[in-house]
């Protein structure tokens, strides 16, 4: 693979690239850059040049604009020969035919059934699952407190990692006993530390796996999401097995890898603003602030990758040139000031509401799993400080370490202490 540096054709302000860095050791200083550099700066991904989006109001014009697709072969790197497979994060562009990586018509064609599936009533019919889980998660938790010897335990991998893993599985019929098997995997793929060789070999373990899962259904339907995929017909045409196994495959990874960063980054705000939790257990500030407050501040995902221009596309003095890909920095937005004001970069449960961030996206491609990720937030945080009123930090918050992942905003552990 060849490693372009140069600066797309008219595009974006002058000056050095935004590096973004695979081993996110300074966030929320990347952060800051980005926001700095303008609308719409020019950025650096492992070698590969390209456009993102740092501003709230330029996000809604772009995310609409049908000259911005997600088709790989719009992308002029890629059609040169100067990206290949062998750039390290292909495997997040080019993961398989899915509602993902398709526009127009196929994109709704490839949506209709996911979103049937997870409408408000729906929602509301798992709820009780959803509380069944995290109860379950919460009296393990404490169990496991008091088995360690300083009480420490860690809320990611006993709490807000499980709780989304279930919820997903349960709607995807998958079978709890390959949780495990399924979080790890994911947890690999994303890691910048994990060879290349080794995240394309994962890629293709999960497309096994639901290629396996897909056949199961089809020979025996139930009630869950991987059945209704497969019975999908939208316009008479039913999703092909590579279409299921890619929606599949590209909603789990959505449907957990979110949620454990909201409840987490949501957790760890509270207890680094004591006078804000007060607030919020006394009643006086509902949970659904701190959801939204949490989204906009300290995104889940911090960089979608990417859309690609058509034609040249005019954003105020700039222009985004045919072929050029554009990244959407959702971290940098949900901090934009024009939009937040002079104080985003705090946290403030009692910034005036609505907050309209736009952390899920807008347009065709918003998150089809927003909702579901709103209510488990909405079920696992007030329950996880009713049972554990006294949680705190185990560590210094300067010592919770990233994960070196480009994409996600998670954490490499949370350590605690649920009684004080």
Same mark, same amino acid.
């Given at each position: 693979m060849n490693?372009?540096?140069?600066?797309? &054709?008219?595009?974006?302000?002058?000056?050095?690239?935004?590096?973004?860095d695979?081993?996110?050791q300074?966030?929320d200083g990347?952060?800051? &850059?980005?926001?700095?550099?303008?609308?719409?700066?020019?950025?650096?991904?492992?070698?590969v040049?390209?456009?993102?989006?740092t501003r709230?109001?330029?996000?809604r014009?772009?995310?609409?604009?049908p000259?911005?697709?997600?088709? =790989?072969e719009?992308?002029?790197?890629w059609?040169r020969g100067?990206v290949t497979?062998?750039w390290?994060?292909?495997?997040m562009?080019?993961a398989g035919?899915?509602?993902?990586?398709v526009?127009g018509?196929?994109?709704? &064609?490839?949506?209709?059934?996911t979103?049937?599936?997870?409408t408000?009533?729906r929602?509301?019919?798992?709820?009780?699952?959803?509380?069944k @889980?995290?109860?379950e998660?919460?009296d393990?938790?404490d169990?496991?407190?008091?088995?360690?010897?300083?009480?420490?335990?860690d809320?990611?991998?006993? @709490?807000?990692?499980?709780?989304?893993?279930?919820?997903v599985?349960m709607?995807?019929?998958v079978?709890?006993?390959?949780?495990?098997?399924l979080?790890? &995997?994911?947890?690999?793929?994303?890691?910048m530390? *994990?060879?290349?060789?080794e995240?394309?070999?994962? =890629? !293709?373990e999960l497309?096994?796996f639901y290629?396996?899962?897909v056949?199961?259904?089809k020979?025996?339907?139930?009630?869950?999401l *991987?059945?209704?995929?497969?019975?999908?017909?939208?316009?008479?045409?039913p999703?092909?097995?590579?279409e299921?196994?890619?929606?599949l495959?590209?909603?789990?990874?959505a449907?957990?890898e979110?949620?454990?960063?909201?409840i987490?980054n949501?957790?760890?705000a509270?207890?680094?603003?004591?006078d804000? =939790?007060r607030r919020v257990?006394?009643?006086?500030?509902p949970?659904?602030?701190?959801?939204e407050e949490t989204?906009?501040?300290?995104?889940p995902t911090?960089?979608?990758?990417m859309r690609?221009?058509?034609q040249?596309?005019?954003?105020?003095?700039?222009?985004?040139a045919?072929?050029?890909?554009?990244?959407?920095?959702?971290?940098?937005?949900?901090?934009?000031?024009?939009q937040?004001g002079?104080?985003a970069? !705090?946290?403030?449960?009692?910034?005036?509401?609505p907050i309209r961030?736009? *952390?899920f996206?807008h347009?065709?491609?918003i998150c089809?799993?927003?909702?579901l990720?709103?209510?488990e937030?909405a079920?696992?945080l007030?329950?996880?400080?009713?049972?554990?009123?006294a949680l705190r930090?185990?560590?210094?918050?300067?010592?919770?370490?990233?994960?070196?992942?480009?994409?996600?905003?998670?954490?490499?552990?949370?350590?605690?202490?649920?009684?004080g």
């Amino acid at each position: 693979m060849n490693c372009p540096h140069a600066a797309a &054709r008219g595009a974006a302000s002058s000056g050095a690239p935004v590096v973004i860095d695979p081993l996110v050791q300074d966030l929320d200083g990347e952060t800051a &850059r980005l926001r700095d550099a303008g609308p719409l700066a020019r950025i650096e991904l492992l070698g590969v040049p390209a456009l993102t989006v740092t501003r709230h109001a330029l996000a809604r014009q772009l995310l609409v604009d049908p000259r911005l697709v997600k088709d =790989l072969e719009a992308w002029g790197l890629w059609q040169r020969g100067e990206v290949t497979h062998e750039w390290p994060l292909i495997g997040m562009i080019d993961a398989g035919r899915s509602m993902f990586t398709v526009d127009g018509a196929e994109h709704r &064609r490839l949506r209709t059934k996911t979103s049937q599936a997870l409408t408000p009533r729906r929602l509301e019919e798992i709820r009780p699952d959803i509380e069944k @889980f995290t109860e379950e998660l919460l009296d393990a938790l404490d169990e496991q407190s008091g088995r360690s010897e300083n009480g420490v335990v860690d809320l990611k991998s006993l @709490f807000a990692q499980p709780l989304p893993m279930r919820v997903v599985g349960m709607l995807m019929g998958v079978d709890e006993a390959e949780h495990p098997m399924l979080m790890k &995997r994911y947890k690999a793929f994303f890691s910048m530390l *994990t060879p290349h060789e080794e995240r394309l070999a994962l =890629l !293709a373990e999960l497309d096994v796996f639901y290629a396996a899962l897909v056949q199961e259904r089809k020979a025996r339907p139930t009630d869950d999401l *991987t059945s209704a995929l497969i019975l999908a017909e939208e316009g008479g045409e039913p999703l092909t097995e590579e279409e299921v196994v890619g929606n599949l495959k590209a909603m789990v990874a959505a449907g957990h890898e979110t949620t454990i960063g909201l409840i987490l980054n949501a957790v760890r705000a509270l207890l680094t603003h004591p006078d804000q =939790l007060r607030r919020v257990l006394d009643g006086e500030i509902p949970w659904e602030t701190v959801i939204e407050e949490t989204l906009r501040w300290d995104t889940p995902t911090t960089h979608l990758l990417m859309r690609f221009a058509t034609q040249d596309i005019q954003v105020g003095d700039e222009v985004i040139a045919k072929g050029e890909g554009v990244v959407i920095s959702y971290r940098a937005i949900g901090r934009d000031t024009e939009q937040h004001g002079a104080d985003a970069d !705090a946290f403030d449960i009692t910034r005036p509401a609505p907050i309209r961030h736009m *952390t899920f996206g807008h347009g065709p491609h918003i998150c089809p799993g927003a909702a579901l990720s709103r209510v488990e937030a909405a079920v696992a945080l007030p329950a996880l400080f009713a049972r554990f009123p006294a949680l705190r930090a185990a560590v210094p918050d300067e010592e919770v370490r990233k994960l070196p992942v480009m994409t996600q905003n998670d954490m490499e552990a949370f350590p605690v202490l649920l009684h004080g």
